[in-house]
């Protein structure tokens, strides 16, 4: 399928239209749906990374999507020092649920990469915040671009979604590209001991809507 590039918002266009390389099903250990999952990948997108698509259908017209950016440590290694582990498993058991599309970016580390994101750590054992530590080894505090986004939501056919994020530059990324944000849902707060200093420079210094409430004293 092949969606042309389409005006956004400030009537910019896309500079590329991606296309469905493969579409195959992905059967799940938890459930056995009606609609099979499915594991999709592209041709055309904007950078070099092999982001893939899952889509847990069948799907509305305006399906509920999350971007997730790669964290090895958080995602397989059981890392606590992030909260993306739990935000990707949240988003795995609700989409095996009640359907879904999750784009899994090959963004590790906010776009610099693993090696990178553990040097990022080493400072941050040291002292330093994410965002200082991003700083003190030259790159900025989120090196990430969604192009991509929009352009696998377009080949998959949605102009429009429900967005699961904390994270305002998300929404941003896709409706400059031509994709709308009907609705914005929070992710879970999974809180620890171990993320608590994460969560807060998220909230603190780059924006991200993360309501405490009175959890903080509880993190464990
Ligand atoms: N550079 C750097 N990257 C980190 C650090 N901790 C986690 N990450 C990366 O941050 C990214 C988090 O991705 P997401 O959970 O999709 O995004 P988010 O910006 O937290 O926004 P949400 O949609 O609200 O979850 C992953 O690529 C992680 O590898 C860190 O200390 N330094
Ligand atoms: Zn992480």
């Known amino acids: 399928m092949i969606i042309d590039a389409v005006a956004t918002r400030d009537n910019r266009s896309l500079a590329t239209a991606a296309r469905i ?13 009606a609609e099979p999952a499915r594991i999709l990948t592209f041709d055309g997108l904007a950078d070099d990374g092999e982001h893939i698509a899952m889509v847990w259908g069948p799907l509305d017209p305006c399906p509920t999507v999350r971007i997730h950016s790669e964290c090895l440590t958080g995602d ?49 054992d040291k002292g330093a915040d994410t965002v200082d530590a991003n700083l003190e080894l030259g790159f900025p505090p989120d090196a990430r671009q969604y192009e991509v986004a929009a352009q696998m939501l377009l080949a998959l056919g ?10 305002p530059e998300k929404i941003a990324g896709l409706e400059d590209n031509g994709v709308r944000v009907a609705r914005r849902l929070n992710t879970g707060l999974f809180l620890s001991r171990d993320n608590l200093g994460y969560l807060e420079t998220k909230r603190n210094r780059m924006g991200h809507l993360l309501d405490f409430g009175d959890r903080r004293g509880a993190a464990s």
């Open 158 to 167: 949605h102009r429009a979604v429900n967005l699961v994020t904390n994270n």
């Open 76 to 124: 397989v290694l059981d890392s606590a020092r992030c909260d993306c582990g739990r935000q990707l498993a949240e988003t795995v058991r609700a989409f095996q649920q009640s359907g879904g599309i999750l784009l899994y970016l090959r963004q590790e580390g906010r776009g610099i990469g693993l090696y990178n994101k553990i040097d990022a750590y080493a400072l941050q």
């Open 21 to 33: 390389r493969s579409s195959v099903v992905l059967p799940q250990h938890a459930v056995d749906r």
